[in-house]
């Protein structure tokens, strides 16, 4: 822990007193003055708690970048060569990053209740979590896309297989019914009746249904994002609902691990 420590407060002096950390303040500063100017007062306090939230996990995503190229520096070499485990390396870098995220979200949240929202107790109690399970797993997806978790194609894999929940999240009965009908007339062409008259009643149900199964199953990993949205623009979460910071956690304790795996078994190449 003492090594972890003295290498994450480095880390942090180091962005702060940097060209970059200087650009995340304005950066803030910026973010407030526009989207909660206090000559404007705020009008719901769910706008308060998404758009902190939303600016929080940006910003995690972004310093761990920043953060992860400073690490990936010939300088910083001593450090890496010297510790027992790559993994403290790692978490000295995630820890930095959460703690530089949470100085500037926790600045902004300050600054915008001046002339804010009153918060009620519950909303209070419900910021924590919300906040920190975004950021958390933000900072962790986003040590994929640096050189300096990167393993051979595992950003490509990582972000490839993002992509494709997204484009099945986006799927409708429509294109699949059209997907369908489609096979329906080749089968026909062929002279597979039967497989031709199955497709051409599937594509046909498809268009009386609601409901697309191969969205909502690709979607599910996205659920707790939706839940948090929900959960904060209604009038509280449910208690399903409330488990979605858990699974956030969940799943960038996952990526961590799988970043940890790379970064343990790769030839480092750190840059001048």
């Not at 769910?46 to 940006?58: Q, T």
């Not at 790559?86 to 703690?99: G, I, K, N, W």
């Not at 894999?157 to 329906?184: D, E, K, P």
Request: hydrophobic share 55%.
């Amino acid at each position: 822990m003492n090594r972890i420590l003295t290498l994450t407060s480095y880390l942090l002096r180091s962005l702060f007193t940097s060209l970059a950390g200087v650009m995340y303040l304005i950066l803030t500063l910026a973010f407030w003055f526009l989207l909660f100017n206090p000559q404007q007062r705020t009008p719901e306090a769910s706008y308060y708690i998404l758009v902190i939230g939303l600016f929080g996990a940006g910003m995690a995503f972004l310093i761990t970048l920043t953060n992860a190229s400073r690490a990936n520096k010939a300088e910083l070499a001593p450090w890496l060569v010297r510790l027992p485990s790559r993994v403290e390396y790692l978490t000295a870098v995630f820890l930095s990053s959460m703690m530089a995220a949470g100085i500037l979200q926790l600045l902004l949240a300050l600054l915008s209740l001046i002339g804010g929202p009153t918060l009620t107790f519950s909303q209070i109690l419900s910021i924590p979590p919300v906040w920190l399970s975004t950021m958390v797993v933000m900072a962790a997806l986003a040590l994929h896309a640096t050189d300096l978790i990167t393993y051979g194609w595992s950003r490509v894999y990582v972000f490839g297989i993002l992509a494709i929940l997204l484009f099945g999240r986006s799927i409708t009965n429509q294109s699949i019914s059209g997907f369908a009908a489609n096979l329906s007339k080749m089968a026909l062409n062929q002279g597979w009746y039967v497989l031709s008259e199955s497709l051409r009643n599937y594509a046909i149900s498809l268009q009386g249904s609601d409901t697309n199964i191969v969205s909502q199953l690709l979607g599910f990993v996205f659920w707790p994002f939706q839940a948090l949205a929900v959960g904060i623009g209604g009038r509280g979460f449910t208690a399903v609902e409330a488990l979605a910071p858990a699974i956030l956690l969940l799943y960038a304790a996952i990526l961590f691990v799988l970043a940890a795996d790379f970064f343990a078994t790769k030839d480092m190449q750190m840059t001048e």
